[in-house]
């Protein structure tokens, strides 16, 4: 089983709508969480950390679950240029980073 | 600030050639990691340095493939011989863990992207 797994999707939206993408970690060791995007052809961005009361960044909020092992990412009125692929990180150990496949988003005009 | 630095951008080779891809990473990040990516496997850690020292290279593939971190600002991947399975985009990242409790993340680079023919 994969440390981390995610929907690869896609999922397409329209502008303005919201969409959310959840992920689950397997392994309950795992400390900290963060979300990256990745565009195409592109090295992955920091997009936010995770932390355990859930957080928000504009229209972005991320939330975590520990109980159920899962983490989620919220984007509210998309924009074009949300169109990527988000990767969902699991740390644990001092340097042991596992990286989902990523959940390709698409929002459309 | 200059970050994870990578070179070369793009590498096209025949299969059986030594390849050298290099990595500059953030100064004063005491960790780094490579990467390779592919469409099928995703993103898979090959190997990482903590101070200069390889802590975990479970992921490196085979004996073909070696790093090395001579000092604190310089790392080199080399896969010899490669070979067409070897084509992916490879990338370096860095972090600092030092530091209280926050958890610092990874910053990668550009990435170097390989075609072996």
């Known amino acids: 089983r994969k440390e981390v797994e995610q929907d690869p999707g896609p999922f397409n939206v329209p502008e303005g709508a919201t969409v959310a993408f959840n992920c689950t970690y397997s392994n309950s060791a795992s400390q900290s969480f963060f979300w990256y995007r990745q565009d195409c052809r592109k090295e992955p961005k920091l997009l936010m950390s995770v932390y355990s009361s859930g957080n928000e960044d504009g229209r972005f909020t991320a939330q975590l679950n520990r109980a159920s092992q899962y983490i989620s990412l919220l984007i509210r009125d998309s924009k074009l240029s949300d169109s990527a692929t988000y990767l969902c990180v699991a740390k644990r150990g001092s340097n042991q980073f596992y990286f989902g496949t990523g959940t390709s988003l698409t929002v459309i005009p | 600030d200059a970050g994870v630095i990578q070179s070369p951008r793009h590498e096209v080779t025949e299969m059986g050639q030594e390849v050298t891809l290099r990595c500059k990473p953030i100064s004063g990040h005491n960790s780094l990691f490579w990467y390779r990516q592919t469409m099928m496997r995703g993103l898979e850690l090959l190997i990482y340095?903590?101070?200069?020292?390889?802590?975990?290279d479970s992921g490196m593939p085979e004996d073909r493939f070696s790093a090395k971190m001579p000092n604190a600002s310089f790392s080199t991947l080399k896969i010899q011989p490669s070979e067409p399975r070897d084509s992916a985009v490879y990338f370096c990242a860095s972090r600092s863990n030092r530091g209280p409790l926050v958890s610092q993340p990874q910053h990668f680079g550009d990435g170097t992207r390989l075609s072996i023919l």
């Open positions: 340095f903590n101070n200069n020292v390889p802590i975990d």
